[in-house]
């Protein structure tokens, strides 16, 4: 998919959430938009704004939510001390529940799948093209168990620089011990 395919996809989203009656419509994105904030008037009369709190898994899908949330005129905030993902909204249940929430998973669903895309394409041609997850082991490898050495090891000894691992997380069975030893060192300091 490229960017102009899902441009086309995002406006007809928009579309089907209108209600839009004919093909004219369908593709005019500025029409939708007019249909939608016109539904949102009519709605406020009899449906009073409750105030909702939504939280997002990441940056990104906030960032689609509160531009969403702007596009129809309404306002999105949060209270001193909430976290940065979260998002407060007054809107009309019937909205939030029938067009709002609706129409932004679709489009975060058709964000995320164009971004996964490009990032395993980008990682391919830069990086490796095994993009697959990581193995899951049932204990921790160790250095020359048959487990170990089961797998290729991913360092090359000799392009090794002294300190190079110092960055890296130790995470084997012998940490408790090493972390035991320093506590004892130092009470008796």
Do not use: C
């Not at 830069?126 to 170990?148: F, K, N, T």
Request: glycine share 4%; hydrophobic share 35%; no cysteine.
């Amino acid at each position: 998919m490229n960017e102009a395919a899902l441009l086309e996809k995002l406006i007809k989203i928009e579309a089907l959430f209108a209600g839009a009656a004919t093909e004219g419509e369908r593709i005019s994105a500025d029409l939708a938009r007019q249909r939608i904030l016109l539904r949102l008037q009519e709605l406020l009369p009899k449906d009073p704004p409750i105030e909702y709190r939504f939280t997002f898994r990441d940056m990104w899908s906030r960032k689609v939510f509160v531009s969403l949330l702007r596009r129809y005129d309404l306002m999105p905030y949060r209270y001193r001390g909430q976290r940065y993902t979260t998002v407060m909204l007054q809107a009309p249940k019937s909205f939030v529940a029938e067009t709002l929430w609706p129409e932004f998973q679709k489009i975060s669903s058709e964000l995320d799948t164009y971004l996964q895309e490009v990032t395993d394409r980008i990682v391919k041609e830069v990086l490796h093209e095994d993009s697959s997850d990581a193995i899951i082991v049932d204990r921790p490898l160790q250095i020359g168990s048959e487990q170990g050495s089961a797998l290729k090891n991913p360092i090359n000894p000799r392009d090794e620089k002294p300190g190079m691992l110092s960055d890296m997380k130790d995470t084997g069975p012998a940490r408790k011990k090493r972390k035991k030893k320093r506590k004892k060192k130092r009470r008796n300091r």
